[in-house]
């Protein structure tokens, strides 16, 4: 017996066409193939329970401190609308963060498009029975399983909203990634009136996963998730930062086209570059833009002035106002992660790579180019 999803699915034209043939494959094997891919990203978000995964996370989410900005608007906007939430990606701990930061706001947690490689394990039976996380294969051809995930995800926002990071997996470079646009075409391609996109962006004062990300820069291959959590329960010792997560206004989908790749581009972009500007800047980010291997306390804090004044021109989303206040909070984080050193007076790096992943956070705002593609 199907469920209503899956009749629902089967019936979209799109799927209609790849079982007639469209692709090479017709008949009880391209059936079985759509539904094997629907059993697979089919999820269950069981809001009761959702706040009582405070409880078995503690030992992480203790250590960051959840700061939401702008929450009015997707309360606002869930009153009268669909919401698909568009994120940038730092740290695996993005898909704690945020959807307990709109419910602190009181907004319900939406469905979570995250990595197939999540879904190992205990924490992949909470996402797929708890918190309603859909499993993506970010890097697959299969037209059988693009034009399943589409469909299905059309279907899945006649009831729930959907919360997905445009740029696939996370920023090993710390930049902000171009967009990839499967999901916004699937979103387009669902046809709901009114529906809205709310952008957002996080941003930590230090980022878990740093020393482990920056090493790489450029994702080469997936790693097993229980590899990466060893590693992050390792620099978890000593770690503290803060989390902002600020939303946007709600950007309507009316006028976009999911038949044309050039409307859906501009979609992309579009969000891209709000995302782009709610981004909050914080000290960490700010002193590693400005710091050079070996560098004085008075020349530092002169540079990091000058950023400011170029950020703050640009109505960028600043977390701070004073350059000495910049210094000193980010001088006592950075030291304490081992990535600079203060020796006889001069701050000296110590982790190139992790301080150079830091001074990309803000790349884009600083790139006449960064907040456009």
Request: proline letters at 4%.
């Amino acid at each position: 017996m199907m469920d209503d999803i899956t009749l629902a699915v089967l019936a979209r034209e799109e799927v209609a066409r790849y079982l007639e043939g469209s692709h090479g494959v017709r008949g009880d094997i391209a059936r079985e193939r759509v539904i094997a891919y629907l059993d697979e990203l089919r999820t269950t978000q069981r809001y009761e329970l959702y706040r009582a995964l405070e409880y078995p996370l503690f030992p992480i989410l203790r250590k960051i401190e959840r700061v939401g900005e702008h929450v009015e608007h997707p309360r606002d906007a869930a009153l009268r609308h669909r919401i698909v939430y568009a994120s940038n990606h730092k740290s695996h701990t993005d898909y704690l963060i945020e959807p307990l930061v709109l419910d602190d706001g009181g907004v319900r947690p939406p469905i979570i498009a995250a990595g197939i490689n999540l879904f190992g394990g205990p924490l992949g039976l909470i996402h797929k029975h708890v918190t309603g996380a859909m499993p993506i294969r970010r890097n697959t051809k299969d037209p059988a399983y693009l034009i399943t995930l589409k469909a299905y995800v059309a279907e899945l926002l006649r009831k729930h909203d959907l919360f997905f990071y445009p740029e696939g997996g996370r920023s090993y470079s710390g930049e902000l990634k171009s967009s990839k646009t499967g999901l916004f075409s699937a979103a387009l391609q669902a046809g709901i009136r009114g529906m809205v996109i709310v952008p957002t962006a996080i941003s930590y004062d230090l980022v878990l996963e740093d020393h482990i990300l920056s090493r790489q820069r450029v994702k080469r291959r997936q790693r097993p998730f229980a590899r990466e959590l060893a590693e992050m329960v390792r620099y978890a010792v000593g770690y503290r930062s803060r989390a902002f997560v600020t939303f946007g206004r709600p950007i309507t989908l009316d006028g976009f086209d999911h038949q044309s790749r050039r409307s859906v581009l501009d979609l992309s972009h579009l969000v891209r570059s709000a995302i782009g500007r709610l981004y909050k800047v914080l000290p960490t980010a700010l002193v590693a833009a400005a710091m050079r291997p070996s560098i004085d306390r008075t020349e530092l804090t002169s540079r990091v002035a000058a950023l400011i004044d170029t950020l703050a021109a640009s109505n960028a989303n600043l977390g701070v106002t004073g350059a000495d206040e910049a210094v000193e909070a980010a001088t006592e984080l950075l030291e304490g992660r081992g990535i600079v050193v203060l020796e006889g007076g001069r701050l000296r790096v110590r982790e190139r790579n992790v301080l150079r992943y830091y001074a990309r956070n803000i790349e884009h705002l600083l790139s006449p180019t960064g907040s456009t593609h």
